[in-house]
């Protein structure tokens, strides 16, 4: 009798393990598409991704004035979305710069960080690790830094032309251009 119990459990366990066998997955997992095409993150990051040299540089005060700045430059975008783009402006450039309302200390303009591209507003943000509760709220202390055309705080605007250059540039608050480089690859 003990030996009859022990094969029947025996033989109920073997069923019920076999019946609990994976099967395939019915209902696919709900997943968004990979962005594919010319216009995605993925192309457009390939697309920045490597060296450029400054062309032309052009600075506009809110009121209107504008002046061509005498610089050279350097824009690097790298595989892990590090943006460093440095202006060195000659004696006249920072002339011309002062002309219009924009004082720089030194000669040297560099702004250097990890950078969010949106391909839809053809916008580049540069983020921190405080970004998000400071776009949260307003902060005097960001909308004084966001007064400079060159401050990280200010988002920039991307264009690829069809000539193969791009041109970079920022925008005062009031929609106004504030900045705008063209810059060629090395």
Not at 68 to 96: H, N, P, Q, W
Not at 123 to 134: A, M, Q, S, V
Not at 143 to 162: D, K, M, S
């Amino acid at each position: 009798m003990n030996r009859r119990f022990k094969v029947i459990v025996t033989v109920c366990a073997v069923v019920t393990v076999s019946a609990c066998a994976a099967a395939p997955r019915q209902r696919t997992l709900p997943t968004e598409r990979i962005e594919e095409g010319p216009n995605s993150t993925t192309a457009v990051r390939k697309q920045f991704e490597g060296r450029w040299s400054l062309l032309s540089f052009k600075v506009n005060a809110e009121d209107g004035r504008q002046a061509d700045i005498d610089a050279t430059g350097d824009l690097t975008f790298d595989g892990f979305g590090v943006l460093d783009v440095r202006y060195k402006m000659s004696d006249e450039g920072l002339k011309r710069l002062a002309s219009v309302g924009v004082n720089s200390p030194n000669p040297v303009i560099s702004t250097t960080g990890r950078v969010v591209i949106d391909t839809q507003q053809h916008r580049i943000t540069y983020i921190g690790d405080d970004f998000e509760e400071r776009a949260l709220g307003f902060d005097p202390k960001l909308a004084a830094q966001r007064a400079n055309p060159f401050a990280l705080e200010r988002i920039r605007y991307y264009e690829f032309r069809a000539d193969g250059t791009l041109m970079l540039s920022t925008k005062y608050d009031t929609g106004k251009e504030a900045a705008a480089s063209i810059w060629k690859r090395e």
